[in-house]
C-alpha cells in the first residue's frame, strides 16, 4: 500500500528507516510518501510539499494517491485536528483525534482527567489569572511547577527553586509569553525522583507496551544549562523495572486509555508517559500524544517487528490480533548532535560530511535539522543529527555512539558528552556483583 509520515525530525527520519522494511511496502509499486520529510528520510520516501494546516489538500492528497495509512509525527497537527480530518474522510490514521490529543494539549485536560480515574499525579490547582495564580501559590510548598496549559515547545514549564521564580513563571504566562498556550496555568506539587519515559500503543481498546527510554533535557553535561527538546536518549531504561513497569501499565496507561474510552475520547496511537519514580510509587509527570524526539530514534533501534503492521492495526483498531511488539534486549543510545547556539539562535548552513565514515561501525546517524544546499549538506535547525548505537550494554552503545560523532565532520555541530551517564554509572558500580 501506500504510506503517508508526516514531520521532519529525526524522529521521523527513524520512522521512515523502519517503515522502509515493512511488508506493508514489499510490493513494487508500494510508495513511502513523507512531508515535508528531510535529506535523510529521502533515501526511503518520496518527499512532498503539503500544508498540513490545509486538512482538506492533506485529505485530497492521500485520495490522489491511495493512500493507504497516514503516520502523524509531531503533535501540533494533532492537536489541531488532523487524525479527525483524514478518519473522516476514510483514510487509516496513526494518531489520536483532536479531542484525545488534549491529553498532550491541555496539562488541565490531563490532570482532572487523573483526579476523575484515580491517576496517580502530583497535587495541583488550575489557574486563569495571574491573581488566582499567586493566590494558589500559598497552598504548594517550595520547590513548586509551574506550567503553562497548552503546548508551548517544550518551554511551558517551570520548576521554581523560591517563591520568586514561581511568581515570574506566573507573571510571564499570563503576561502572554506563551499566547494562547498561556490562557490558563497549572501549579503543582514538585515530586522528588528519577525520571523515566514509558511508551504503549492503543488502539482505544488494547493497550501493549511499547518500550522505555530515559532522556536528557538540559544542553551541558552533567544536565546543566537550559532546557532543550532532548540532546540524547537511551533504551531501555533498565530504572523502570518489570515490577514498575507493571504498576506504571496498570495504574496509569490502562486506566488513562479506559477512562478515555467511558467519557468518549477513545484514545488511538501512541501514548508516551512522562513518569515519576518517586518514593511512594510511580507517578505521572506528563502525557504526548506522539512518540518522543529523540527516544523515537532508540525505539526503532531496537524494534523487530514490522512497524508499519503495528501502526496500521492500531489505526485500524485491531492491535489485540496482532502478536505484541518485539523488541531486541541489546541497548540503544542516540547523541544529539545540535548547531552550536541551540536551544537559543542555532547557527545554521554548517556543512555535514563523512556521514558514511561515521556509520561504517553500524551506527545510524538520523537526520533532525539538516538541508541540501547546491548538493552539500547543511545544518537547517537546532537539533542536526542524531547519532545512534546499539549494543549490548549502554557503556558499549555510548562507546559507538561517541565513535561515530568523532567521525563526522561537523564543525558548527557540538553534542553532550556524557549521554547515558546515569545507566553507565549503574552498570559500572554493578560490575563484579554476584
Ligand atoms: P513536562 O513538560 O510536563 O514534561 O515538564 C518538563 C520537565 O519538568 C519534566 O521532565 C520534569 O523534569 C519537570 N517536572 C514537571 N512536572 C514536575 C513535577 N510535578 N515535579 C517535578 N518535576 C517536574
Ligand atoms: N524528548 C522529549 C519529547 O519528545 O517530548
Given at each position: 500500500m501506500n504510506i503517508l509520515l508526516l514531520g521532519s525530525g529525526g524522529r521521523e527520519h527513524a520512522l521512515a528507516w523502519k517503515l522502509a522494511q515493512s511488508r506493508l511496502l514489499g510490493n513494487s509499486g508500494d510508495k513511502l510518501f513523507a512531508s515535508p520529510g528531510n535529506p535523510g528520510i529521502a533515501d526511503h520516501a518520496e518527499l512532498v510539499t503539503l500544508d498540513l494546516t490545509d486538512h482538506a489538500a492533506v485529505v485530497g492528497f492521500c485520495e490522489a494517491q491511495r493512500i493507504g495509512l497516514v503516520i502523524v509525527g509531531p503533535e501540533a497537527p494533532l492537536v489541531d485536528g488532523l487524525a479527525d480530518s483524514l478518519r473522516g474522510a476514510g483514510v487509516a490514521t496513526f494518531g489520536p483525534s483532536k479531542t484525545a490529543a488534549q491529553l498532550e494539549g491541555s496539562k488541565a485536560f490531563t490532570k482532572e482527567l487523573c483526579v476523575r480515574h484515580n491517576i496517580p499525579t502530583a497535587g495541583f490547582k488550575r489557574v486563569a489569572s495571574a491573581h488566582e495564580g499567586l493566590t494558589a501559590l500559598d497552598d504548594f510548598s517550595i520547590p513548586v511547577v509551574v506550567k503553562?496549559?497548552?503546548?508551548?515547545?517544550?518551554?511551558?514549564v517551570t520548576v521554581a527553586l523560591t517563591r520568586a521564580e514561581a511568581e515570574a513563571a506566573i507573571a510571564e504566562i499570563f503576561d502572554g509569553r506563551?499566547?494562547?498556550?498561556?490562557a490558563e496555568a497549572v501549579i503543582e506539587e514538585f515530586m522528588q525522583g528519577e525520571e523515566a519515559s514509558f511508551f504503549a500503543l492503543t488502539d482505544g481498546h488494547t493497550v501493549v507496551p511499547f518500550g522505555s527510554a530515559q532522556d536528557h533535557?538540559?544542553?551541558?553535561?552533567?544536565?546543566?544549562g537550559p532546557n532543550t527538546g532532548g540532546m540524547g536518549a537511551y533504551s531501555p531504561?533498565?530504572?523502570?523495572?518489570p515490577l514498575l513497569e507493571g504498576e506504571a501499565l496498570e495504574r496509569i496507561v490502562v486506566p488513562t486509555v479506559r477512562g478515555m474510552a467511558a467519557e468518549g475520547m477513545p484514545y488511538s496511537g501512541v501514548l508516551y508517559a512522562g513518569l515519576m519514580l518517586t518514593p511512594d510509587g510511580v507517578k505521572l509527570i506528563e502525557y504526548n500524544c506522539r512518540f518522543g524526539d529523540p527516544e523515537c530514534q532508540v525505539l526503532m533501534m531496537r524494534l523487530e517487528g514490522d512497524l508499519g503492521e503495528l501502526l496500521l492495526a492500531t489505526a485500524e483498531g485491531r492491535l489485540g490480533t496482532l502478536q505484541p511488539p518485539r523488541f531486541s534486549a541489546e541497548s540503544a543510545l542516540t547523541v544529539v548532535m545540535a548547531a552550536q547556539?541551540?536551544?537559543?539562535?542555532p547557527r545554521s548552513g554548517g556543512a555535514i560530511k563523512a556521514i558514511a565514515e561515521a556509520e561504517a561501525n553500524g551506527t545510524k546517524v538520523f537526520h533532525a535539522g539538516t538541508a541540501l544546499k547546491d548538493g552539500q549538506l547543511v545544518a537547517s535547525g537546532g537539533r542536526v543529527l542524531n547519532v545512534t548505537a546499539l549494543s549490548p550494554s549502554v557503556s558499549e552503545a555510548q562507546a559507538a555512539a561517541y565513535a561515530a560523532v568523532d567521525a563526522?565532520?561537523?564543525?558548527d555541530g557540538f553534542c553532550r558528552r556524557d549521554i547515558g551517564w546515569q545507566e553507565i554509572a549503574r552498570e559500572k558500580s554493578a560490575v563484579g556483583r554476584p
Open positions: 503553562a496549559d497548552g503546548l508551548a515547545a517544550g518551554k511551558g506563551f499566547g494562547a498556550a498561556g533535557k538540559r544542553v551541558g553535561d552533567g544536565d546543566v531504561a533498565p530504572v523502570l523495572t547556539g541551540y536551544p537559543g539562535t563526522l565532520d561537523f564543525a
